[in-house]
């Protein structure tokens, strides 16, 4: 009994669907049928509400995006400032020196061209930088020192640079030209001749207890002072910045570039010196030892 009864059920509630499905699509056709209008008006209402949902959504979106525009605004104008002093984490010069180089460019402009190497390898000497200037006009100093100092720390402007690397910009070209001190070969004709070795050939001019020995190599114009009453001689050192240069290559100038340099047991000479022209600017780059000099100056770039 009880089996049949939920069997009817059953097969009537099927009927009941099925009549249903069928007076649905009756008053889908007919629209004047009171359930189709309020199903329209439901789904009206449904609608207008998930509009004005999306509404809301879409505007908050809007908002949090403004929100977010405005805050990386906030974050770009607050870029970092590394133009005073800034922690430097290397402990090895050459890594130093490459953490020096990035605050450099970032501060001074990242077209600018500076030195890649230290010049030495002791590394019991550490490696400290501070700088002055714009990205026109600048100077880079170098100092050594038994532990490492923040870059741009105050305490080494007291500090003996063992190097410096500048750059001066000047109105125009011809200017800039203008402050190298080149002499070509002509202008040394018929003085005495001495061989430097690597086919090189300078020529000595001496006077009023002062020996000044001259040699060109491409664009380079290239010197050593003597002091000759004190019996200083120029060949010796002549001699090893040309094997120096046989090692090491210098920066290409636009047109001219100098080396000054003095015998070592000179006092009170200028350090050895190497300056050269690119466009409107002239770099310079000066250090007490030699060998230091070429080999920062063959990695400017």
Known sequence: MKKTLIVSLATLALMLA?????TEKQTQATSSDKVSTSHKKQAQIKKASSTSSSSSVSSQSSSEASSSQAQSSATSSSAPDYSGQVRISATQNLQRLGQFNYLLKY??????????????NDESKKLNVWYEGDGNNYSIHYSQAASG????ANSLRDVTDYAVFTKKT?????E??????YQTAAMTQGLPKVNLGYGIIGTIDSGAGQKYLHWNEGRW???????AVNGEDPVPTARKVVELLEQYYLPAPDNYGSGSFSVASSSGQQAPTLKWQAGNSVYSLEA???TVLVRMASTVK
């Open 176 to 181: 800039a030209q203008a402050e190298i001190n």
């Open 288 to 290: 007490k030892d030699l």
């Open 149 to 152: 100092q923040d870059f741009n």
């Open 107 to 120: 501060n001074l402009g990242k077209e600018i061209v500076l030195p890649n190497n230290p010049g030495y």
């Open 170 to 174: 000047y109105g125009s070209a011809s």
């Open 18 to 22: 099925g009549c249903g499905n069928q």
């Open 221 to 227: 114009s290239l010197g050593v002072h003597a002091v």
